[in-house]
T-cell receptor, first 114, second 114 residues
Framework: QKEVEQDPGPLSVPEGAIVSLNCTYS??????FMWYRQYSRKGPELLMY????GNKEDGRFTAQVDKSSKYISLFIRDSQPSDSATYLC??????????????FGKGTLLTVNP | GAVVSQHPSRVICKSGTSVKIECRSL??????MFWYRQFPKKSLMLMAT?????????EQGVEKDKFLINHASLTLSTLTVTSAHPEDSSFYIC??????????FGDGTRLSIL
């Protein structure tokens, strides 16, 4: 079993739809959870950063972490064509510093159709 | 905030050439910088971790003599691909963090060795 599992998609939705992206993980030491958005031929851009379980909202984006189920989600409301990108979940045992490497999911390719 | 600049964005050179890629944190002091390699439609593969003023820690299977990393200041790390060959062609991405922040990524360097 891989440490982080993420459905690679591709996922195609109409503009305005609510998008749900998910990752599961097996390492209970993970404490920090991130979602990155990566456009083609660009570096990943940090979207959401959460610690431990709970919800975090930022504009149209909501991140949820359920440590008991080892499951994290990213919801995108009112999706726009500009949201079309690959979404990577990532997690680590701590914040910052060399001791806390990121473990990534494979990424989900999302296309929002106008 | 948390801007990471990577330069150059694109390099095309002949086999046997050495190529240097720079990674700069523009608005924070990066105690740790990471170098990744990404193959098409794949997730990021960590190559090495560098702390300012220390030797880099390479991941298993990464040749330290082929991929030279220098992290001489809190805002600059460099990756030099020595005597590059076509199999070194890839998308190289750096990231930077301090003790409190998650990793923030540069926009990547697309390296093509002819």
């Amino acid at each position: 079993q891989k440490e982080v599992e993420q459905d690679p998609g591709p996922l195609s939705v109409p503009e305005g739809a609510i998008v749900s992206l998910n990752c599961t993980y097996s390492n209970s030491a993970f404490q920090y959870f991130m979602w990155y958005r990566q456009y083609s031929r660009k570096g990943p851009e940090l979207l959401m950063y959460t610690y431990s379980s709970g919800n975090k909202e930022d504009g149209r984006f909501t991140a949820q972490v359920d440590k008991s189920s080892k499951y994290i989600s990213l919801f995108i409301r009112d999706s726009q064509p500009s949201d079309s990108a690959t979404y990577l979940c990532a997690m680590s045992g701590g914040s910052g510093g060399s001791n806390y490497k990121l473990t990534f999911g494979k990424g989900t390719l999302l296309t929002v159709n106008p | 905030g948390a801007v990471v600049s990577q330069h150059p964005s694109r390099v095309i050179c002949k086999s046997g050439t050495s190529v240097k890629i720079e990674c700069r944190s523009l608005d924070f002091q990066a105690t740790t910088m990471f170098w990744y390699r990404q193959f098409p439609k794949k997730s990021l593969m960590l190559m090495a971790t560098s702390n300012e003023g220390s030797k880099a820690t390479y991941e298993q299977g990464v040749e330290k003599d082929k991929f030279l990393i220098n992290h001489a200041s809190l805002t600059l790390s460099t990756l030099t691909v020595t005597s590059a060959h076509p199999e070194d062609s890839s998308f190289y991405i750096c990231s930077a963090s301090d003790s409190n922040q998650p990793q923030h990524f540069g926009d990547g360097t697309r390296l093509s060795i002819l």
